[in-house]
């Protein structure tokens, strides 16, 4: 994803800043060299979370809670954390207790699809944030708890694990430009065509942090 460099510098210096806690949290990701969302991505959650009116908040892979504080500052009641790491969840709730949201959230280790089935809904806001060959599976398990209205935000679509190159061409019409064994690329690609083909949602891409899906429930 190639945005200009002033463009990302008008970007960040009009976005958010970080907490002390948040900024904590960022040094430490750079420190284990962890990636986040940063700052400018963690700004769209804080606002997906306002304007939907956050109840309850998912979230499919949440590392050490970084995005988790997002939606917390925008006002989620609840957030539920999913990590298979258990160092990495255990690090999320000292970062979230230390800045006194931890009461708003649920720890859940192991894997979020697992997770997923043992709460009823209804979501207002799903982050898929995991493993890319699950995105599919994440959208398919959380858009029957996901309330009308509510959104779904899927992190990585245009950075990260993939070919943005070879994902752009697929998306443009070019059904063989990803190579067979790209398998993070093929399923980025897999979960924007289901998920912008689905006429239960309206999507759009934003050129944020690793680039946003999101997906607003509209049936």
């Not at 969302?37 to 963690?42: D, L, N």
């Not at 690329?185 to 924007?192: F, G, T, V």
Request: charged share 30%; proline share 5%; net charge negative.
């Amino acid at each position: 994803m190639n945005v200009p460099d002033d463009v990302r510098r008008f970007v960040r210096a009009a976005g958010p800043e970080h907490t002390p806690v948040q900024e904590r949290m960022a040094e430490f990701a750079a420190e284990h060299r962890f990636p986040n969302i940063g700052p400018e991505a963690g700004g769209v959650l804080r606002t997906l979370a306002r304007l939907t009116g956050a109840g309850t908040v998912f979230e499919f892979g949440s590392g050490f809670g970084y995005s988790a504080s997002w939606f917390l500052r925008g006002g989620a009641d609840h957030v539920v954390l999913t990590e298979l790491d258990d160092d990495e969840l255990d690090q999320g709730r000292e970062f979230l207790a230390d800045a006194g949201l931890a009461d708003r959230c649920s720890f859940e280790g192991g894997d979020a699809l697992d997770t997923v089935d043992r709460y009823d809904g209804p979501f207002d806001v799903v982050l898929v944030d995991h493993h890319k060959e699950g995105y599919c599976d994440a959208l398919e398990a959380a858009t029957p708890k996901l309330r009308e209205g509510g959104v779904v935000v899927a992190d990585n679509v245009m950075r990260g694990p993939i070919d943005f190159d070879a994902v752009l061409a697929h998306l443009e019409g070019e059904p063989e430009a990803i190579d067979a064994d790209d398998e993070p690329s093929r399923a980025i690609a897999d979960y924007l065509d289901t998920v912008c083909h689905d006429d239960r949602f309206e999507t759009v891409a934003l050129p944020v942090g690793s680039g946003l899906a999101v997906s607003t429930k509209v049936a």
